[in-house]
């Protein structure tokens, strides 16, 4: 049996990026996509346009990093060659990685020049459940990978919060804080709080714990 090419056509044999001499075989992807699958990692490659095709045909491919963050539980157990460095299987040049940010993380691999995709063994569902699956090239974007550190950011702190000082507390200083980011005089009223601040004998509390 031979390989893909990527066009989706069969084409000379191709070996699995990331075992020795191990051909690639047709296969389905979500019994749909066509692509090349190892027998041995069960790792699949999917050729750029086959995957083009299939992400035409599905409109809702902008998942924002919100996205990736209020949902990142998955059914995984990473493949034992999740972080090996491999190349390209039609192209020979390195695939190009990026971190899923889920639960567990993986990497995802891309190549930059043939535009294909890596996945080792149950990435691809992974990519499904988390609703990623035709939103890949967005994963490899700099300004998306931005965006989401950005809001993982705000979302690490906003928990650090909540972990200290409890939902309810937490919930007030944010509301409180937007209000007096608001107003035209809001540095009157965080004038006031590092006065009070500062005349409290816990202020050495506040320095040890880094929050001032
Ligand atoms: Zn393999
Ligand atoms: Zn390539």
Redesign the pocket.
């Known amino acids: 049996m031979g390989s893909l090419d990527r066009c989706g056509k069969e084409k000379q044999v191709v070996d699995?990026?990331?075992?020795k001499n191990?051909v690639?075989l047709e296969t389905r992807l979500a019994g749909e996509l066509p692509a090349a699958r190892?027998?041995?990692?069960?790792?699949s490659w999917l050729p750029a346009l086959a995957y083009q095709q299939w992400q035409r045909e599905r409109p809702n491919h902008n998942a924002s990093p919100e996205h990736l963050l209020n949902g990142s539980y998955i059914h995984l157990q990473p493949s034992e060659?999740d972080t090996k460095a491999c190349l390209c299987p039609q192209c020979r040049r390195y695939l190009s990685r990026t971190r899923v940010e889920s639960k567990p993380p993986f990497f995802l691999e891309h190549c930059q020049e043939c535009e294909g995709f890596w996945f080792d063994a149950g990435e691809w569902e992974a990519l499904r459940q988390l609703g990623l699956a035709n939103s890949l090239p967005e994963l490899f974007d700099p300004q998306w990978q931005a965006q989401f550190r950005e809001q993982q950011q705000i979302q690490a702190e906003r928990q650090q919060m909540i972990d200290k000082l409890g939902p309810d507390l937490a919930q007030k200083i944010v509301e409180l804080t937007d209000t007096i980011l608001d107003h035209k005089n809001g540095d009157f009223a965080l004038a006031y709080i590092m006065r009070k601040a500062v005349n409290n004998p816990n202020i050495e509390n506040f320095k040890d714990e880094k929050i001032v």
Request: glycine share 16%; hydrophobic share 25%.
């Open positions: 699995c990026p990331k075992c191990v690639l190892c027998s041995q990692c069960g790792g060659f």
